[in-house]
């Protein structure tokens, strides 16, 4: 009859377990490839919902989300609801130095010459300069991200399914949306 209670309390703490996990942690599917090559498309990562403010470092990388307040009307739907995982290269008060990512096949819609010319954005209080490891939306074009903003911490990749790789070089639909906006202009 022991064993039976002791299996019972086995099985609450971990149905209690599993719930508070479900509660702190989430899922989330690599689409695109401007995280590569630290992550590919098709790739999952384990995500933390709540963290102290203090855990976010240089380096670290976090899914974040456009905020309503630097989410315009012409931005596509799809973008404006998009979760996207991106690393931190700047902390509230840092200056940051980047060029813009754009791609090759990109920059005959973009007629500028300072393309690859190195811009400055300093980081605002409550706010994280985020980028990617490969071309993609990121804070070199949308600028900083506010705190609220960023919806998890990454904790670590979980194996990648085969057959979901992406050609290197191809544009991410949010690159091609941002190259069509800045030819319109």
Do not use: C
């Not at 689409?31 to 992550?39: I, R």
């Not at 012409?74 to 973008?79: D, N, Q």
């Not at 070199?140 to 903003?149: F, T």
Request: net charge positive.
């Amino acid at each position: 009859m022991s064993w039976l209670i002791l299996l019972l309390g086995s099985l609450v703490a971990v149905a209690l377990l599993l719930v508070l996990a479900r509660g702190l942690l989430f899922l989330i599917r690599v689409d695109g490839q401007s995280m590569y090559p630290a992550l590919n498309d098709g790739d999952r990562v384990l995500a933390l919902r709540y963290w102290p403010a203090r855990w976010l470092r240089w380096g670290w990388v976090v899914v974040w989300q456009m905020s309503l307040a630097d989410n315009p009307a012409h931005v596509p739907t799809s973008l404006r609801q998009a979760l996207f995982i991106k690393r931190i290269t700047g902390l509230p008060g840092d200056r940051v130095e980047a060029s813009l990512p754009i791609p090759l096949a990109l920059q005959t819609n973009m007629l500028t010459n300072d393309v690859h010319s190195p811009r400055v954005w300093h980081v605002p209080p409550a706010h994280y300069f985020v980028q990617g490891d490969s071309p993609g939306l990121d804070s070199r074009l949308v600028g900083s991200i506010p705190a609220d903003s960023i919806r998890g911490l990454v904790l670590f990749r979980l194996r990648r399914r085969a057959g979901s790789a992406m050609p290197v070089n191809e544009p991410s639909e949010e690159l091609r949306w941002f190259a069509s906006e800045a030819g319109d202009q």
